[in-house]
């Protein structure tokens, strides 16, 4: 079955970067977009990135030049580099494919910038 595995979070002052991780199983990885989805407290959750199985990458307007997504087919693994962050990016960070129409979800990552 698909599963979607992410890593790296933590406690960060502002300003400090994190790597996050997404490792995933049970179909095909390099045929599906990748996408990074975030959640902050009291928000909807929102997306932040997404990657295509050949690497063309999109980021939202508000962490452009500061995150960035990549992708190891090979590791069936993506990434999230994150500088320069802000308390404003605390938030539970996820990855998600959809595959059959079907969003899958990893269990989430907490990143927290704060002080």
């Known amino acids: 079955q698909v599963q979607l595995v992410e890593s790296g979070g933590g406690l960060v002052q502002p300003g400090g970067s994190l790597t996050l991780s997404c490792v995933a199983s049970?179909?095909?990885?390099?045929?599906?977009?990748l996408n990074w989805y975030r959640q902050a407290p009291g928000k909807e959750r929102e997306k932040v990135a997404s990657i295509t199985g050949t690497g063309h990458a999109n980021h939202i307007d508000s962490v452009k030049g500061l995150f960035t997504i990549s992708r190891d087919n090979a590791k069936s693994s993506a990434y999230l580099q994150m500088d320069s962050l802000k308390p404003e990016d605390t938030a539970v960070y996820y990855c998600?494919?959809?595959?059959?129409?079907?969003?899958?979800w990893g269990h989430g990552t907490q990143v927290t910038v704060s002080s």
């Open positions: 049970g179909f095909t990885f390099a045929g599906y977009i």
């Open positions: 998600n494919i959809i595959r059959m129409w079907v969003n899958y």
